[in-house]
């Protein structure tokens, strides 16, 4: 009788045992199923938004292409948009990443729709200007109460700007200059005569980042994709980052102009499309580039 419940009670733990191996195997099918989901999903995403910022850099070059006299605005706008899709091109997909080019997508699509109706009534405005000299002044006019309207525009975005808890950066600029003896600098697109890149920013007003010192990373790419200037390497956990320069100042709750300069990987710069970008902490904040001939 003893034997015949041994028996029983070893036949019920290889059950429970075989349904547990069961159970632990589907788990983990389950597991790695969802990982493979996620991963295609977040590939899908930062292809949508790779796509929808492509789209805007061809509207950009159509408005462009439609215009007599280039409009400066419109070429800055393409330009930071190339340099986010070549960001996009690098970075990792993951919710974090994606969300952050989405929420940069979103700005750049609010100043595309703002930039193209501006494009849009300076073209009808100056073929208007065309068919008289009488109607100069009238459209004059209204081109001041259209740059008014933007100015107030711009205002409001500026005050929306100013809820996040974190420095920003516009009007970002990078170009070539001489520089003579006597310390003037004089700007240029030479390589050949160019002695340092220039490096210009705005940090604009925030009075929820607390005032005092502050630093960014500076990253200037030469068009062999080197990184100029310093090439230090800074750790944020398990990301490096190569920078040109610290960019650093004193922030005092107030807009601020900050400029440096980035010497050659070499004597000379070469030829070519240069990238600059901007990063507080690990963040890229800002993106621009320039070409010397």
Known sequence: ??????????????????????????????????????????????????????????????????????????????????GLIDSLKVSEANVGTLWRYKQKYVALQKEMDVLLVENDKLKVENQLLTTSLDSTRVRLEERTMFTDSLLVQNTAL?????????????????????????????????????????????????????????????????????????????????????YSVISKFNYENVALDVCEFVAPRDEDFEKGRYIVNVFNDKELISSSEFTLR
Not at 192 to 220: H, M, P, S, W
């Open 1 to 82: 009788m003893a034997e015949k419940n041994n028996n029983i009670g070893m036949k019920v733990a290889l059950g429970i045992a075989i349904a547990l191996l069961v159970g632990t195997g589907f788990y983990a099918s389950q597991l790695y199923q969802e990982k493979k989901e996620n991963e295609i999903q977040l590939t899908k995403d930062k292809d949508l938004i790779m796509n929808d910022l492509n789209n805007m850099a061809k509207q950009y070059e159509i408005a462009i292409g439609e215009n007599e006299v280039t409009n400066k605005k419109l070429v800055e706008a393409k330009e930071r948009i190339q």
């Open 158 to 242: 500026a005050e929306v700007v100013e809820t996040a808890k974190v420095l920003s950066t516009v009007g970002l600029k990078g170009f070539g200059v001489i520089e003579r003896s006597s310390g003037k600098l004089i700007p240029t697109e030479r390589a050949r005569r160019v002695d340092k890149i220039r490096v210009c920013y705005t940090v604009t007003k925030n009075n929820l980042v607390q005032a005092g010192d502050q630093e960014f990373y500076v990253q200037v790419i030469d068009p062999n994709n080197n990184i100029l200037g310093e090439n230090e390497q800074v750790t944020f956990g398990e990301q490096t980052l190569n």
